[in-house]
């Protein structure tokens, strides 16, 4: 007898046999993360990891059960915020722009990026963002549910 756990996501329901499946949203995320983020999340996949916080110049940042985990040896600079920005933008960058003016992003599967730092204000009067110093990963909600099969 096993016990089967069924994530919700946003609506998907993915199957999750003994923690060998991880939702593709959130793989593609951390496969943009430093190693040691990934390591961290599927080695404590079982609990309410809800959030990633990059800063310019720290250590990654993880929420787990309510409480901040440091990722040691995950420093990152401003060049690798810009990065990652374009990456979840898909490169383009102009289809995320009314987002991004509101501060922040949305990814399929509801997670979502709030974007910190200098905003300006083009010549058009729009509401770009310059320059970022952080981005909180804001990882969607799910249901745990246990189902014993005979």
């Known amino acids: 007898m096993g ?4 994530f919700l996501f946003c609506g998907q329901a993915h199957i999750n046999y003994q923690g060998e499946i991880m939702d ?9 993360l430093p190693q040691p983020v990934k390591n961290f999340y599927i080695e404590n996949i ?3 990891i809800t959030e ?8 990654i940042k993880v ?9 040691q040896d995950t420093v990152t600079d401003k060049k690798f915020l810009e990065n990652l920005y374009y990456s979840f933008c898909n490169n383009t960058v102009s289809a ?7 501060g922040f992003i949305t990814l399929p599967g509801g997670n979502r990026i ?15 963002l310059s320059e970022i110093i952080s981005m909180n990963i804001r990882l969607s909600g799910f249901h ?6 005979n």
């Not at 016990?3 to 069924?6: E, N, S």
């Open 114 to 128: 709030g974007l910190a730092g200098k905003f300006t204000t083009d010549l058009q009067g729009k509401t770009v």
């Open 63 to 71: 929420t787990a059960d309510g409480k901040h985990i440091t990722i």
């Open 24 to 32: 593709k949203n959130i793989e593609r995320i951390l496969n943009l």
């Open 52 to 59: 990633i916080r990059v800063r310019s110049g720290f250590d």
């Open 144 to 149: 745990t549910v246990e189902v014993n099969r």
């Open 46 to 48: 079982h609990r309410n």
């Open 3 to 6: 016990i089967i756990f069924l």
């Open 96 to 102: 995320y722009e009314d987002q991004t003016a509101n």
